[in-house]
């Protein structure tokens, strides 16, 4: 199993940046993709997840109206389309794969749940200037 986040950089307060996660070495289509998020001296959080093949989402608060997930299963592909980015939104972002378990469980209980996730993978690193 393979993730890789890519799209990262640095962006001024107001920008925007898309993200991708490729994937490879599972069956794409079986899985929900969620992106988390680390910044230096807090928690890891969840931001937005996307099933399949129905492509539900979730998203957290924090990111609600800003972010866009969206997947391209034939390119075995998820994005993250993040706009009106501020320096809280500074963080290492990472992919993760795992079951509808994700998305219910962020559904129930307004948190996506990091132990649902069955696959980390790499991260891209995010900042944003003031």
């Known amino acids: 199993v393979q993730l890789q986040a890519s799209g990262g950089g640095l962006v001024q307060a107001g920008g925007s940046l898309r993200l991708s996660c490729s994937a490879s070495?599972?069956?794409?289509?079986?899985?929900?993709i969620a992106w988390f998020r680390q910044a230096p001296g807090k928690e890891r959080e969840g931001v937005s997840c996307i099933t399949s093949p129905d492509g539900s989402t979730y998203y957290a608060h924090s990111v609600d109206g800003r972010f866009t997930i969206s997947r391209d299963n034939a390119k075995r592909t998820v994005y993250l389309q993040m706009n009106s980015l501020n320096p809280e939104d500074s963080a290492v972002y990472y992919c993760?794969?795992?079951?509808?378990?994700?998305?219910?469980?962020?559904?129930?209980?307004?948190?996506?749940?990091?132990?649902?996730?069955?696959?980390w993978g790499k991260g891209t690193l995010v900042t944003v200037s003031s």
């Open positions: 993760a794969l795992g079951g509808r378990l994700i998305l219910t469980h962020a559904q129930a209980m307004g948190v996506i749940p990091d132990y649902a996730v069955d696959y």
């Open positions: 070495g599972f069956t794409f289509d079986d899985y929900t």
